[in-house]
């Protein structure tokens, strides 16, 4: 093919009839309506929330055109890509970008109740969470090396700004420092690894690189060639695992979730790792799976290498981040440690889907349906976690975990949220967090990851201590002596948003089903 | 495969180190030799020199740099539409506009932030970038 | 070694120049306390990437086989600029600030958070 005729493939591929453009809709959205804030901050100075308001009209209309109206529940059409093959759409991206663009909203609220963004700094706040928001939605559809790049650098680059909104704050401009060095860093590596991936592979299309590899180790492949692999791979899991904040590149989450406000840290702690999931997924998935069965049996040493790989991660993660988390009395450190401690629970059914994938491709759906009710659940835990801690740091002037001593006599209905969150957290049953966490569990039973599965039973047991060390203060402790604890009703502006998080995470334990129905249809185009 | 010829390749080695020790030695023998008052400073040609070469620039320079090297990358991508210009057509022309408005739209932001201000007098009315980049 | 240096040059040339920048870069992005030093190692690592990736597309390094990335290669070396060039935009900008909140540049001092 010639230049001229590639040229011509691609005018064809964007501009034709429900191609491309179409299926891209939410994502030029999200753009317009960056410049569109930008543009009305011109023209409009006075009008001082313009900002929050085009954001939020912005995400809703991005939502809008991202929910798929036109499937029917039983006829999901199959993936396809689209702009020549860089990106895939299909169910896993449009509900992950379904999700993503549903915390945008309750994060635009998030930010207007607690108050973070009204300054006037407002405008660029939004306009860097929207920009991280497109880099998120490239992440989860990421079908081509290109746009693994400008993805993760994309969703990057907006995070290390945010994280420093706080400009005369030493601790913000320190956590956002850390985090750009650290990020840029990992970010280079990743690079490096993805640049001998793809040439030693001679392609940067993912389902080729796939065939090319089982070809490789068809032919003998030759020691040489597998070590550079090997280490790409490797390179390229220092990138991933740094945006999911795995275990050895985990140290930057508590440093700049203490150092960011709590909404950003919020921020970093669901969008951003929403995305590294899916683009971990896609990775995964797109190593260790091949249309062709003969092709499929010949790839099973990759798979081996991604399942130890990433099943390790996820269990040693997972212990640090519980272990981690005792002791410390800064509300936002003890929630990153939490956070990170989840981070490996959601990597392990991706080291089960893997595994699965060449004995029961269902199961290996299943697998992927059970980490998009994580995330689903997980959403809303920790959202309410992170607006419960921003309320209060408002209320208090402190993040300190001692300062909630006796807080059930000022502000019952708070506790009672923060009470219940912690409780999901943990996956106690009457509770959507258990539910997250079952389906996990029986991900890895059926892809008979024993180790794993007992590793992660046994760090349920470890967490209890201290996300109930968090009830115990606010309820059993007597109230400070120097000042009396905050009370925030439940009818405050703020109180209500608690309520609106609080309460799908008690609903999605007794809706689980439709949730549940709602992920096996997102993972239902996979591994075709 | 027969035994690789490597000796030019040496020799060459050989002859480029032997030509910078060989100028530095006949310096060194033939060169005249005198002690002056700034003979150990660095750049002694006859003249002293004054102050610290470690000039603390204005900040404002940086903001001037970042801008430049963004907006000039960015004109890597019309040179990569301006090379195919005739095959791309008129879709690629509207794709490469929509592209140039959104670096005029970014450009325009920059201008009514303050950010392109040079003088000390004029305070842009915008608050965000000025404050941060400009304050010393 | 040895055919590295008398075989006209190829593409294992262009891999090991690509390393050697990706190793100074990670040196000095791990051993250097200034900000700006790090950010330079940061550079050079993605400078050793892009190498890679041009080398590896490049038809006449492949000898004309035609499996190789082509285009892509540079495709993806041109964002990888841009992406850096952002990149150092946002973190000298995030620097500059430090410098302001902490009267230094140095790394080491950012240890106020820790736990």
């Known amino acids: ?528 | 495969m027969e035994a690789p010829v490597l000796w030019p390749w040496v020799l060459y080695c050989v002859a480029v180190i032997a030509v910078a020790v060989g100028m530095v030695l006949v310096s060194y023998v033939l060169g005249e030799r005198h002690r002056g008052k700034a003979s150990g400073d660095p750049y002694e040609s006859g003249i002293v020199s004054t102050g610290s070469a470690r000039l603390r620039m204005s900040v404002k320079f940086y903001l001037v740099a970042v801008f430049f090297v963004v907006f000039d990358l960015e004109s890597a991508f019309i040179f990569t539409w301006a090379i195919c210009v005739r095959q791309a057509g008129w879709a690629g022309y509207v794709e490469i506009l929509v592209f140039i408005a959104v670096l005029v739209a970014a450009l325009a932001y920059l201008w009514r932030e303050g950010a392109l201000d040079w003088g000390a007098g004029t305070r842009g009315k915008g608050s965000g970038i000025r404050d941060q980049g400009i304050r010393d | 070694m040895m055919n590295l240096l008398t075989q006209p040059v190829g593409l294992s040339h262009y891999l090991a120049v690509s390393a050697v920048l990706f190793v100074c870069g990670f040196l000095c992005m791990a051993t250097k306390r200034n900000i700006l030093g790090v950010l330079m190692g940061i550079e050079l690592v993605l400078n050793g990437a892009n190498l890679n990736f041009v080398a590896f597309g490049s038809r006449l390094l492949r000898g004309g086989t035609s499996d190789g990335l082509g285009l892509d290669g540079q495709a993806i070396a041109l964002f990888v600029i841009i992406l850096a060039a952002a990149e150092a935009a946002g973190a000298l900008a995030i620097a500059l600030n430090f410098y302001h909140t902490h009267a230094t540049v140095d790394v080491d001092r950012a240890e106020e958070l820790k736990g």
């Open chain 1, 1 to 528: 093919m010639n230049f001229s005729d590639l040229l011509h493939s691609a005018m064809h591929d964007l501009l034709a009839p429900g191609a491309s453009l179409s299926a891209f809709r939410p994502e030029l959205t999200l753009c317009a309506t960056i410049l569109v804030i930008l543009l009305a901050k011109m023209a409009l100075p006075r009008w001082t929330t313009s900002a929050f308001w085009l954001t939020l009209l912005g995400i809703a209309a991005a939502l809008w055109f991202a929910y798929p109206w036109s499937w029917a529940s039983d006829a999901i059409p199959p993936a396809h890509s689209i702009f020549t093959g860089v990106l895939v759409s299909d169910s896993f991206s449009v509900f992950l970008r379904l999700l993503l663009l549903l915390f945008a909203i309750l994060f635009t609220t998030f930010t207007q109740v607690s108050g973070v963004a009204s300054q006037d700094d407002m405008t660029e706040f939004y306009v860097l969470m929207l920009g991280a928001l497109v880099g998120m939605c490239l992440m989860i559809s990421a079908n081509h090396i290109l746009m693994v790049a400008m993805g993760v650098e994309l969703a990057s680059v907006p995070c290390y700004v945010l994280a420093g909104t706080q400009r005369q704050q030493p601790r913000s401009s320190e956590a956002s420092l850390k985090y750009a060095v650290f990020g840029a860093g990992a970010a280079g590596i990743m690079l490096y690894g993805l640049s001998l991936l793809v040439g030693v592979l001679g392609t940067a299309h993912l389902p080729t690189m796939s065939t090319r590899l089982a070809m490789l180790i068809q032919s003998g492949g030759g020691l040489d060639r597998g070590l550079v692999l090997v280490l790409g791979g490797l390179m390229l899991m220092v990138g991933v695992g740094f945006k999911l904040s795995a275990f050895p590149f985990h140290f930057w989450a508590p440093d700049v979730f203490e150092g960011a406000t709590a909404e950003v840290a919020a921020f970093l702690s669901i969008a951003s790792k929403a995305a590294a999931l899916g683009l971990l997924v896609r990775l995964a998935l797109g190593f260790s799976f091949h249309p062709d069965p003969a092709m499929l049996a010949v790839l099973a040493p990759v798979r081996h290498y991604i399942v130890v790989l990433v099943g390790m991660l996820a269990v040693v993660t997972c212990t640090f981040g519980n272990l981690a988390a005792y002791g410390q009395n800064n509300m936002k450190r003890l929630l990153a440690y939490s956070t990170i401690a989840h981070a490996g629970y959601m990597m392990m059914p991706v080291a089960a889907a893997v595994a699965l994938v060449g004995v029961d491709m269902g199961e290996a759906r299943a697998a992927v349906a059970s980490l998009c009710v994580y995330l689903a659940i997980y959403l809303f835990m920790n959202l309410a976690a992170f607006a419960i801690v921003a309320f209060l740091r408002n209320e208090l002037g402190s993040e300190d975990l001692r300062e909630y001593a006796g807080m059930v006599r000022r502000s019952p209905g708070l506790t009672v949220c923060m009470a219940v969150v912690m409780f999901s957290l943990l996956g106690l049953p009457p509770l959507s967090g258990f539910v997250a966490k079952w389906f996990i569990f029986l991900s890895l039973i059926s892809a008979k990851l024993w180790i794993v599965l007992a590793i992660g039973a046994l760090n349920t047991l470890l967490s209890l201590f201290y996300y109930l060390r968090v009830v115990k203060v606010m309820t059993l402790s007597a109230e400070p002596l120097h000042r009396p604890a905050p009370t925030i009703p439940l009818v405050s502006m703020a109180g209500s948003y608690c309520m609106v998080l609080t309460v799908p995470v008690v609903l999605l334990f007794f809706f689980a089903g439709g949730l549940l129905n709602w992920a096996r249809a997102a993972a239902s185009t996979l591994l075709y």
